[in-house]
């Protein structure tokens, strides 16, 4: 089996920064994509970011671009993401999410992964 392990969440203060990254584990295998999600207390898992490997190619949800960058190995099937001038609305656990092979639907959908993390909190204080 596959696992991904995401690390780097903890608490900071408003416009702050950290850095999420995310290791795969287990049996070898080569993603297509991979990306990150949220989840906030009572509200559903919402997309943050995307890489697709062959192009280089990322894409972010509005209320991050400028702020979070995604980047990682594509060989190692590694992935980070760099969160600055963080807002208490990104308060969330963050989810690494891997696509084990080429899909033509909408990677900015959870349906569109294979492999999922445990999720690090990430919590921002005003």
């Known amino acids: 089996q596959v696992q991904l392990v995401e690390s780097g969440g903890g608490l900071v203060q408003a416009g702050g920064s950290l850095r999420l990254s995310c290791a795969a584990s287990?049996?070898?295998?080569?993603?297509?994509?991979m990306g990150w999600f949220r989840q906030a207390p009572g509200k559903e898992r919402e997309f943050v970011a995307v890489?697709?490997?062959?192009?280089?190619?990322?894409y972010y949800r509005d209320s991050v671009k400028g702020r979070f960058t995604i980047s990682g190995d594509n060989a190692k099937n590694t992935l980070s993401l760099q969160m600055n001038s963080l807002k208490p609305e990104d308060t969330a656990v963050y989810y690494c999410?891997?696509?084990?092979?080429?899909?033509?639907?909408?990677?900015?959908?959870?349906?569109?992964?294979?492999?999922w993390g445990q999720g690090t909190q990430v919590t921002v204080s005003s």
């Open positions: 999410a891997a696509r084990k092979g080429h899909y033509s639907g909408n990677y900015y959908s959870d349906r569109a992964y294979d492999y």
């Open positions: 890489i697709r490997w062959s192009a280089g190619y990322t």
């Open positions: 287990g049996r070898t295998f080569s993603s297509y994509a």
